[in-house]
């Protein structure tokens, strides 16, 4: 077991916009926050705009023990954002600020640097969506070193979701975590002909040769496939008040729990219940409970 495993997360820093709030947000951003509430030397690689959300921005990311060395301050851009709108059901959509300062992190020595020191890099597919942004995150994933896990994050937004970058990123994971509105989409983009969400799951794993596959199901809980192992937990019961980050903390569990070699069984039933505690509190990066941040006693 790694005794602090450095896990980076790469792509877009932002503030999710809501009609009463705005809390920070951006999907690996998340990934980071919860990556570090669990043990991890947390690392994220982004830009923010020189403004008032940026300083901000980074201020969120420390406070909550990641490490931004590596967040760029583009003068020329502003810091991201993203306007949210909920419906009864806690469940968002989106309306995502075009040409934000993260779409244009170029590549440096220093990453490349912090890339062979990474025990896991997480990606999406957003953080992708401009031509600067999407070599910055490629290059960086490829110069992982061979064992270290890259877990392709999917994340489908609205627009955002183009089959090249899909089967891409794809080719360049090890990993991947995508929830059941984007499994049928990613499946048919790679050619994958089976009809259930679980011979999917299998199917993209082995065309990809993946180390281990995840589909989170909302209220159905999640499925994780690693090689011949499957683990199948049900979600947990929660008072819902906003489904936003929910899945980028199952990611950050998932992560830390394949880093600090736990069961795969602990490891998804952790994930969820993170999950839970954040679909229970407002904004995507709500503090963790000690009890949920422990490693689970599996003996």
């Not at 705005?22 to 990556?35: K, S």
């Not at 830009?47 to 969120?60: I, T």
């Not at 994971?173 to 299998?202: F, H, Q, W, Y």
């Amino acid at each position: 077991m790694m005794a602090r495993p450095v896990i980076v997360a790469i792509g877009e820093v932002l503030w999710d916009v809501y009609p009463d709030a705005v809390h920070f947000g951006g999907a690996p951003a998340n990934v980071a926050c919860h990556a570090a509430s669990l043990g991890a030397e947390a690392w994220m690689v982004s830009a923010v705009g020189v403004d008032a959300p940026g300083a901000r921005a980074v201020e969120a990311l420390r406070t909550r023990g990641v490490e931004t060395l590596h967040l760029a301050h583009d003068p020329h851009h502003a810091t991201g954002r993203v306007l949210v709108t909920l419906d009864q059901a806690g469940v968002p959509s989106y309306d995502i600020v075009a040409d934000s300062a993260w779409d244009h992190r170029v590549w440096s020595d220093d990453l490349g640097r912090l890339a062979a020191r990474a025990d896991a890099v997480c990606f999406g597919t957003l953080g992708q969506r401009s031509p600067v942004s999407r070599a910055t995150i490629r290059r960086f994933v490829t110069a992982t070193p061979p064992g270290a896990l890259r877990l392709l994050d999917v994340n489908l937004r609205q627009g955002f979701d183009d089959a090249d970058t899909i089967r891409e990123s794809l080719r360049i994971a090890t990993a991947m975590k995508l929830n059941d509105d984007e499994l049928p989409i990613v499946a048919r983009v790679c050619g994958i002909r089976a009809t259930t969400s679980r011979d999917m799951l299998i199917e993209l794993a082995a065309a990809f040769q993946l180390r281990l596959a995840a589909l989170t199901r909302g209220p159905g809980g999640a499925v994780l496939i690693a090689g011949g192992d499957e683990s199948d937990c049900p979600a947990l019961a929660t008072n819902v008040v906003d489904t936003v980050g929910a899945g980028d903390a199952f990611a950050a569990a998932l992560v830390t729990g394949v880093l600090q070699e736990l069961p795969l069984d602990a490891t998804n039933r952790r994930a969820n219940a993170i999950a839970a505690f954040v679909c229970s509190e407002p904004g995507a990066t709500p503090r963790l409970p000690a009890e949920l941040c422990a490693i689970p006693d599996t003996g």
